[in-house]
């Protein structure tokens, strides 16, 4: 049971099949995404969610390229480019991701994984910038349609028990699914 609250206790050593999981424990790190939702919604009366940083750093880019034309958009006129707490979420995820691989043994310093280099090559760091950029552009496109990201709508609205959250999220999972099938042939 203590191995429950510990951190630093890697599947391998609680999972009797020996599967070499993250270091970290899951089932604490997952407590602390609850903990973390239910004080976003107490201090900010919003749901845990990303994709509002992605659009409002979109639009400072754009204010600095176009601002005539940015302001003129009504997404922009009612929710003006900032930096709020959903950018700094954001730059939280990357920096805590860090910190995570780096406490819990799991940096590598490497572009490509291995089980992308097995599949496409280990001079295929271009391939690999392309399919992450288009990945990018179509999740944020499909988190703007879907009005809401995966953290948005998998962790604050599976929460509050919202059904097209569920559907979404059920949606996200199946799509992982069938995009590792297509590109890796598992």
């Known amino acids: 049971m203590t191995a429950f609250f510990d951190l630093s206790v890697s599947l391998a050593e609680v999972d009797p099949?020996?599967?070499?999981?993250?270091?970290?424990?899951?089932?604490?790190?997952?407590?602390?995404?609850?903990?973390?939702s239910m004080l976003t919604f107490?201090?900010?009366n919003k749901p845990l969610g990303a994709s509002t940083a992605y659009a409002r750093v979109a639009g400072m880019i754009g204010g600095l390229l176009a601002p005539r034309h940015t302001r003129s958009l009504k997404y922009f006129q009612d929710?003006?480019?900032?930096?709020?707490?959903?950018?700094?979420l954001v730059v939280a995820v990357v920096v805590g991701s860090f910190l995570a691989a780096w406490t819990g043994g799991e940096w590598t310093g490497r572009w490509l994984p291995e089980m992308w280099q097995d599949r496409f090559g280990a001079d295929s760091h271009w391939l690999r910038g392309g399919v992450v950029f288009?990945?990018?552009?179509?999740?944020?496109?499909?988190a703007r349609m879907a009005g809401g990201c995966t953290s948005g709508h998998g962790i604050s609205g599976t929460l509050q028990l919202a059904v097209g959250s569920w559907v979404s999220a059920i949606c996200f999972?199946?799509?992982?699914?069938?995009?590792?099938?297509?590109?890796?042939?598992?």
């Not at 929710?79 to 700094?88: H, S, T």
């Not at 999972?173 to 598992?186: E, K, P, R, S, W």
Request: charged share 5%.
């Open 134 to 142: 288009a990945g990018g552009l179509l999740m944020a496109f499909g």
């Open 79 to 88: 929710k003006p480019p900032k930096v709020g707490w959903e950018l700094m």
């Open 42 to 44: 107490y201090f900010s």
């Open 173 to 186: 999972f199946l799509g992982g699914i069938v995009t590792a099938l297509l590109m890796y042939g598992l």
């Open 17 to 36: 099949l020996q599967y070499p999981g993250p270091a970290w424990s899951p089932y604490v790190v997952g407590a602390l995404i609850g903990v973390l």
